[in-house]
Every structure is written in C-alpha cells, then in structure tokens.
C-alpha cells in the first residue's frame, strides 16, 4: 500500500516492449536505497515489483493488463517519473489509501496558473466520474490530491485540483503540458460502498429475530 506522497522525481532509462508486456528501468537512487528483490515501488501511480536493482536504479515487469489501463506504455528513455516506496508499518500516512492499482488514464485539458499554486483540470471518464467528489481524494500519477472541483461540460467530465509549489516542483504534474495523459486511481472506499450497496441483502426486520425466553 501507498499514500501518495512522492518520495523521488526518477527518470526512465529504458523501455523494453514485448509481445504483450515490457521491460522498464528507472533510475531512483532513493527509492532503491534499500529495495530487495520482490519489492514494490509506485511508478505514476502504478504498483510494480522489482526484480533487478542496482545502487542508482531498478527494473521491472510490466503486464499486459497495466499497460492496457495505464500511460505507462507511452514512456520513452529520459522521461521523469513519480516514485514512492511501499509504506512502511510505522510511517506517517501523509497522504490517503491508496494501492497502485490504477482504474483508467485521463488528460490534462487546462492549466490556470495563480500566484504560486497552479490550478489543472482533468478529463474524467464516464465510468470513474460517479467515484470522485469535491474534497474527496483522487490519486493523479501516484500523487495523493485532493478535488477542488468538478463539473462537466459538451466534452464531457471533468475535476479539477489546486497544486503547491511543492507539488509543481516535485512530481511530474509541474511539467504536464495541456493534452499529456495521466494515472488515475479513485478512492477505493468509494468503490466497497458502492460494491457493499448493490450486494448486501436487506438486513432482517426486528419482527423476525426470536423471542428471548422470560
């Protein structure tokens, strides 16, 4: 599990496609500090698991399903990417639940700069829209965001986030240009409730439990 605090800003060295998966290194020297094989390490948001690392960078495998659901397809030698260890038992939870498991891609439809935070608004697809809400938490390429607003409009939905300095300075999102796509993972408490309603029968009614004996 992750929260969504952006530990690094890597690099990607290489991308090696197959048939239906690939290959990806990237260059994280914090991140591998003290990674083993078989651990887990949040890419733009996507859970991948090591196995080869060196002191300055690691490689993973990348499914058929990830790159179907994910931009992670679309990287090239040089790109940056957002990195975070899984958390430990005993960190701080600085950001919200989140899995590395991505629901759907979106892009970036505008950018409205203010002093020193930065507005940017999303496209948001049909079936994740009904999941996010203002103020709800929103996971954008592995960072954890809180939704400033949302609405919809002929091209469709639509959310938007308020980024910091740190944000912008920090993780790829200061560097996203209008039209650049991005991982998007809702909240997954949204997804149990909705689960919970549609499949847990009507609970009994008072007059069918049994009589307790005086």
């Given at each position: 599990?992750?929260?969504?605090?952006?530990?690094?800003?890597?690099?990607?060295v290489?991308l090696?496609?197959?048939?239906?998966?690939?290959?990806l290194t990237?260059a994280g020297?914090?991140v591998?500090?003290?990674?083993?094989?078989?651990?887990?390490?949040?890419?733009?948001?996507?859970?991948?698991t090591v196995?080869e690392?060196?002191?300055?960078?690691?490689?993973v495998?990348?499914?058929a399903?990830s790159l179907?659901?994910?931009?992670?397809?679309?990287?090239?030698?040089g790109?940056?990417?957002?990195?975070?260890?899984?958390?430990a038992?005993?960190?701080?939870f600085?950001?919200?639940?989140?899995?590395?498991?991505v629901?759907?891609?979106?892009?970036?439809?505008?950018r409205?700069?203010?002093d020193?935070?930065?507005?940017?608004?999303?496209s948001?697809?049909?079936?994740?829209?009904?999941y996010?809400?203002?103020?709800?938490?929103?996971?954008?390429d592995g960072?954890?965001?809180?939704?400033?607003a949302?609405g919809?409009?002929?091209a469709g939905?639509?959310?938007?986030?308020?980024?910091?300095p740190?944000?912008?300075?920090?993780?790829t999102?200061g560097?996203?240009?209008v039209?650049?796509?991005?991982?998007?993972?809702v909240?997954?408490?949204?997804?149990y409730?909705?689960r919970?309603?549609?499949?847990?029968?009507?609970?009994?009614s008072?007059?069918?439990?049994?009589?307790?004996?005086?």
């Amino acid at each position: 599990m992750f929260t969504g605090i952006v530990e690094e800003l890597g690099h990607v060295v290489a991308l090696e496609r197959g048939a239906d998966s690939a290959r990806l290194t990237v260059a994280g020297p914090l991140v591998v500090s003290d990674a083993v094989h078989g651990a887990s390490i949040s890419v733009n948001g996507v859970c991948l698991t090591v196995v080869e690392h060196d002191a300055e960078q690691f490689t993973v495998d990348v499914m058929a399903e990830s790159l179907a659901r994910t931009s992670l397809g679309a990287l090239s030698p040089g790109d940056r990417v957002n990195l975070e260890r899984a958390m430990a038992a005993g960190g701080r939870f600085g950001g919200h639940v989140v899995q590395g498991h991505v629901d759907g891609t979106a892009r970036i439809l505008q950018r409205t700069p203010g002093d020193r935070w930065e507005v940017v608004r999303f496209s948001l697809g049909a079936d994740l829209a009904r999941y996010v809400v203002e103020k709800g938490s929103i996971t954008v390429d592995g960072v954890s965001l809180t939704v400033s607003a949302i609405g919809a409009d002929d091209a469709g939905d639509w959310f938007e986030v308020s980024l910091i300095p740190t944000t912008l300075a920090l993780t790829t999102l200061g560097h996203k240009v209008v039209g650049d796509p991005v991982n998007l993972e809702v909240d997954v408490l949204a997804k149990y409730v909705e689960r919970l309603l549609v499949t847990t029968p009507n609970p009994p009614s008072t007059t069918d439990s049994q009589e307790i004996p005086a």
